[in-house]
């Protein structure tokens, strides 16, 4: 299984629409985990943390579940603005210098 | 926004020239890091510091050294660049490393080399 691994999309919805992003991810051991929201040509922006209770944000919720090693996201009522590739995260070990990145998937909302 | 900086934001240049990206943040965080991001991979560490002169390699710094000689600034330096190190280069901070403990990016820097 690779590292962190990510559905690539692109998910093409309209506006109004729930998307779920899933991710799944391969050590066991990790402690931390993110989702990361990056646009066309710019750096990756942290969306939110994911704690193992689950937690929402707004119209974001992010849910994750240590048994299965995997990890989601999910957006609700989308709006054009959410267009985005999102990143999702994972360390490699204690130390938070090893941050293992996906390769993010591709969310295009359209009206 | 953190306060990341990097310079030069774009820069094209031939293959077997030295070439030196910098990254300042205002931010005081002891951790600054290096990444590189390819179309088909992920955001990959390339070096990282842990303070002032202490540094470390991450996963893909071959070709690659760096330096920090002040809290803020982190230099990445390709030797002899070669045309495999074209690519988008992000410089990261974190004000720890414990478990949690997020990086903020900077705005990158699109390096070409021909």
């Known amino acids: 299984r690779k590292e962190v691994e990510q559905d690539p999309g692109p998910f093409n919805v309209p506006e109004g629409a729930t998307v779920a992003f899933n991710c799944t991810y391969s050590?066991?051991?990790?402690?931390?985990f993110f989702w990361y929201r990056q646009d066309c040509r710019k750096e990756p922006k942290l969306l939110m943390s994911?704690?193992?209770s689950g937690n929402e944000d707004g119209r974001f919720t992010a849910q994750l579940n240590r048994a299965s090693q995997y990890i989601s996201l999910l957006i609700r009522d989308s709006k054009l603005s959410d267009s985005a590739t999102y990143l999702c995260?994972?360390?490699?070990?204690?130390?938070?210098?090893?941050?293992?990145f996906g390769k993010g998937t591709t969310l295009s909302v359209s009206s | 926004d953190a306060g990341i900086t990097q310079s030069p934001r774009h820069k094209v240049t031939e293959t077997g020239t030295p070439v030196t990206l910098r990254c300042h943040q205002t931010?005081?965080?002891?951790?600054m890091y290096w990444y590189r991001q390819d179309p088909g991979h992920g955001l990959r560490l390339i070096h990282y510091?842990?303070?002032?002169?202490?540094?470390d390699k991450g996963e893909v710094s071959d070709g690659y050294s760096v330096s920090r000689s002040k809290t803020e600034d982190f230099l990445l330096t390709l030797e002899s660049a070669t045309s495999s190190q074209t690519s988008v280069y992000f410089c990261?901070?974190?004000?720890?490393?414990?478990?949690?403990?997020?990086?903020?990016f900077g705005p990158g820097t699109r390096l070409l080399v021909l």
């Open positions: 931010e005081n965080h002891r951790y």
């Open positions: 510091s842990y303070g002032v002169k202490d540094t």
């Open positions: 990261a901070i974190s004000e720890s490393v414990v478990a949690g403990e997020t990086q903020y």
């Open positions: 994911v704690y193992s």
């Open positions: 995260v994972v360390n490699k070990n204690q130390a938070g210098t090893a941050l293992i």
């Open positions: 050590n066991s051991a990790s402690q931390s």
